[in-house]
């Protein structure tokens, strides 16, 4: 054998850990390059000569013998990339982009179809996502003019107008939800009890013959109303009580009854002794006067408290013990055909008590009224009341269909606008009444972008909607080694890289996008200095051996000297 065997031998050996430190350099030079993929290099031996083969052991004893090669040197098996998931850098920036997964973006670049990992994106003159390291365009599905994505995987560019507007939309579905206490008692008025003294000094002749007492009423919708009684002297121990009611306005209302109700006192006691001609009988219910009027005004006069001594003339009055009237309320701003917001308030009010839990003839449990009502100046509502009634159990039992006011703002179209009361329920525990949700909005202008892990680009708006532009898409190969690297961190398909899978970010790519973050490259600098070591090494020996075979040589050649 030549010893020209063992010069080209160290030759392959030079040479191919030559390739490794190569291999090894670009690790170490793109070891800050983003979403970059370290590489390594693997070895094999190549053919061997063949000195002597080997032969079967013989039937007489003879044992086998083995074959005999000599090596000629070694070559590249191969160079694999490392494809192992880089770390995250944060960077703040919505555009910034990392892959969670083994995913890879879709660019697109003079209609050349690439792949990276390298996620630095930014919006160019035109709106485009682009690379901000060579312009390559991001692919992925645009959503229509309703702001809704596609399915499929019909790639194109992503494109976002910078001065996109939501129009306004009217307010026409309101779904309110919370408590109506069952507890509450009613809204209005019930009983209204005057106490105090009238001076036996008061004439018969006006004007000093009355004293006056205001008390302040409330209806079934819990309005309030000034409601005055006048105490007139008529004869010796005698008046008539007359009243008055005006509304906040200070408009009159008409009350039934009308006339005057006589009362008398006892000369001795003081004491009232009847009530329009009814006598005050203490193992009797007191003979109250009953005052009706519009919007559920009903309330039980009692003047039976009120003394005649020689005092001076000085009343007062209770309504209801001084309760506070029930009215429960809900407040939301409401939008018009031209965007602009109203204050829509529903006040709810009980008007019913429960029935009697003998009663089997009824199914509700009590009576409440609504009422919808907007600042003045701010339109007109119609069909903007109405009455809820509640089953034992709490549930609505009434409406069925859940009722629609119409509303006309001024300066913009008129709107019907249901309210949903399917989220109100009556229980035990204590009123409170909001809106659960409701549709229509003001015109919005594009403030800023957000890409969420699914690659959904979300724009928000200054009306405080946000809505799906685009979907920013992955690709998936079943050899991403195959791949061929084009540099700037781009790579394409090949042969033997299969065709790619493209899916949405998420449970179906199993790639998920990390906004305002960087993958880094995965280069370990420990393990390619390692290797360098090892490089280093293995060039030395293999130097060593072309020299020692120099030597040798030399040595032939002295033979003849």
């Given at each position: 054998?030549?010893?020209?065997?063992?010069?080209?031998?160290?030759?392959?050996?030079?040479?191919?850990?030559?390739?490794?430190?190569?291999v090894?350099?670009?690790?170490?030079?793109?070891?800050?390059?983003?979403?970059?993929?370290?590489?390594?290099v693997?070895?094999?031996?190549?053919?061997?000569?063949?000195?002597?083969?080997?032969?079967?052991?013989?039937?007489?004893?003879?044992?086998?013998?083995?074959?005999f090669?000599?090596?000629?040197?070694?070559?590249?098996?191969?160079?694999?990339?490392?494809?192992?998931?880089?770390?995250?850098?944060?960077?703040?920036?919505?555009?910034?982009?990392?892959?969670?997964?083994?995913?890879?973006?879709?660019?697109?670049n003079?209609?050349?179809?690439?792949?990276?990992?390298?996620?630095?994106?930014?919006?160019?003159?035109?709106?485009?996502?682009?690379?901000?390291?060579?312009?390559?365009?991001?692919?992925?599905?645009?959503?229509?003019?309703?702001?809704?994505?596609?399915?499929?995987?019909n790639?194109?560019?992503?494109?976002?107008?910078?001065?996109?507007?939501?129009?306004?939309?009217?307010t026409?579905?309101?779904?309110?939800?919370?408590?109506?206490?069952?507890?509450?008692?009613?809204?209005?008025?019930?009983?209204?009890?005057?106490?105090?003294?009238?001076?036996?000094?008061?004439t018969?002749?006006?004007?000093?013959?009355?004293?006056?007492?205001?008390?302040?009423?409330?209806?079934?919708?819990g309005?309030?109303?000034?409601?005055?009684?006048?105490?007139?002297?008529?004869?010796?121990?005698?008046?008539?009580?007359?009243?008055?009611?005006?509304?906040?306005s200070?408009?009159?209302?008409?009350?039934?009854?009308?006339?005057?109700?006589?009362?008398?006192?006892?000369?001795?006691?003081?004491?009232?002794?009847?009530?329009?001609?009814?006598?005050?009988?203490?193992?009797?219910?007191?003979?109250?006067?009953?005052?009706?009027?519009?919007?559920?005004?009903?309330?039980?006069?009692?003047?039976?408290?009120?003394?005649?001594?020689?005092?001076?003339?000085?009343?007062?009055?209770?309504?209801?013990?001084?309760?506070?009237?029930?009215?429960?309320?809900?407040?939301?701003?409401?939008?018009?055909?031209?965007?602009?917001?109203?204050?829509?308030?529903?006040?709810?009010?009980?008007?019913?008590?429960?029935?009697?839990?003998?009663?089997?003839?009824?199914?509700?449990?009590?009576?409440?009224?609504?009422?919808?009502?907007?600042?003045?100046?701010?339109?007109?509502?119609?069909?903007?009341?109405?009455?809820?009634?509640?089953?034992?159990?709490?549930?609505?039992?009434?409406?069925?269909?859940?009722?629609?006011?119409?509303?006309?703002?001024?300066?913009?179209?008129?709107?019907?606008?249901?309210?949903?009361?399917?989220?109100?329920?009556?229980?035990?525990?204590?009123?409170?009444?909001?809106?659960l949700?409701q549709?229509?909005?003001?015109?919005?202008?594009?403030?800023?972008?957000?890409?969420?892990q699914?690659?959904?680009?979300?724009?928000?708006?200054?009306?405080?909607?946000?809505?799906?532009?685009?979907?920013?898409?992955?690709?998936?190969?079943?050899?991403?080694?195959?791949?061929?690297?084009?540099?700037?961190?781009?790579?394409?398909?090949?042969?033997?890289?299969?065709?790619?899978?493209?899916?949405?970010?998420?449970?179906?790519?199993?790639?998920?996008?990390?906004?305002?973050?960087?993958?880094?490259?995965?280069?370990?600098?420990s393990?390619?200095?390692?290797?360098?070591?090892?490089?280093?090494?293995?060039?030395?020996?293999?130097?060593?051996?072309?020299?020692?075979?120099?030597?040798?040589?030399?040595?032939?050649?002295?033979?003849?000297?």
């Amino acid at each position: 054998m030549s010893l020209l065997n063992s010069l080209t031998t160290g030759v392959s050996g030079l040479r191919n850990h030559q390739t490794m430190m190569d291999v090894i350099g670009n690790n170490i030079a793109n070891v800050n390059s983003l979403g970059y993929k370290g590489s390594r290099v693997s070895f094999s031996d190549t053919f061997s000569e063949m000195v002597r083969y080997g032969t079967n052991p013989t039937a007489n004893g003879s044992g086998g013998t083995n074959t005999f090669q000599i090596g000629l040197g070694m070559k590249v098996n191969s160079i694999d990339r490392n494809w192992n998931q880089g770390t995250f850098e944060n960077t703040g920036i919505s555009t910034d982009l990392g892959l969670q997964g083994s995913g890879m973006f879709v660019m697109e670049n003079n209609g050349q179809r690439s792949y990276s990992r390298a996620g630095a994106f930014k919006f160019d003159a035109n709106g485009t996502l682009v690379s901000s390291q060579n312009g390559a365009k991001v692919m992925g599905k645009m959503a229509n003019s309703a702001y809704v994505l596609p399915a499929g995987n019909n790639l194109e560019n992503i494109t976002i107008d910078s001065n996109l507007k939501l129009p306004a939309v009217a307010t026409t579905n309101i779904k309110w939800g919370g408590n109506l206490s069952s507890s509450s008692t009613l809204t209005r008025s019930e009983k209204c009890v005057e106490s105090g003294n009238l001076s036996t000094s008061l004439t018969t002749t006006a004007p000093d013959n009355a004293k006056a007492i205001t008390s302040t009423i409330y209806d079934e919708s819990g309005n309030s109303y000034k409601f005055t009684t006048t105490y007139t002297k008529t004869a010796d121990n005698a008046f008539d009580v007359t009243y008055a009611m005006k509304d906040s306005s200070g408009a009159d209302v008409t009350l039934t009854p009308s006339a005057a109700v006589p009362v008398t006192f006892d000369a001795a006691t003081g004491k009232m002794l009847t009530i329009n001609g009814t006598a005050i009988d203490p193992l009797s219910p007191i003979p109250t006067v009953n005052i009706t009027g519009a919007n559920g005004i009903n309330f039980d006069l009692d003047p039976s408290a009120v003394t005649q001594t020689s005092n001076s003339s000085l009343l007062s009055s209770s309504v209801n013990a001084n309760r506070v009237p029930t009215v429960v309320s809900g407040t939301l701003k409401v939008f018009d055909s031209e965007g602009n917001s109203h204050s829509l308030t529903v006040k709810y009010t009980k008007t019913a008590e429960a029935v009697s839990a003998t009663d089997t003839t009824s199914a509700t449990d009590a009576t409440w009224s609504w009422t919808a009502s907007v600042p003045s100046g701010n339109g007109t509502l119609s069909n903007n009341s109405g009455t809820i009634t509640f089953n034992s159990d709490g549930s609505i039992a009434t409406p069925k269909d859940f009722p629609s006011i119409s509303y006309s703002p001024n300066g913009a179209a008129a709107q019907s606008i249901q309210l949903d009361f399917g989220g109100i329920a009556q229980t035990i525990s204590n009123s409170s009444i909001s809106p659960l949700s409701q549709n229509g909005i003001a015109a919005g202008n594009l403030l800023n972008l957000n890409v969420d892990q699914n690659g959904k680009v979300i724009g928000v708006f200054s009306n405080g909607e946000s809505k799906d532009l685009a979907q920013i898409m992955v690709a998936n190969f079943v050899n991403k080694d195959g791949l061929v690297s084009t540099g700037d961190n781009m790579f394409v398909q090949s042969a033997n890289s299969g065709i790619p899978t493209i899916a949405d970010p998420g449970s179906d790519s199993g790639t998920t996008i990390q906004s305002g973050s960087l993958e880094q490259s995965n280069v370990d600098l420990s393990t390619e200095f390692t290797q360098m070591i090892v490089a280093q090494r293995g060039f030395q020996a293999n130097a060593k051996v072309v020299t020692t075979a120099d030597s040798l040589l030399q040595e032939i050649v002295n033979l003849v000297r």
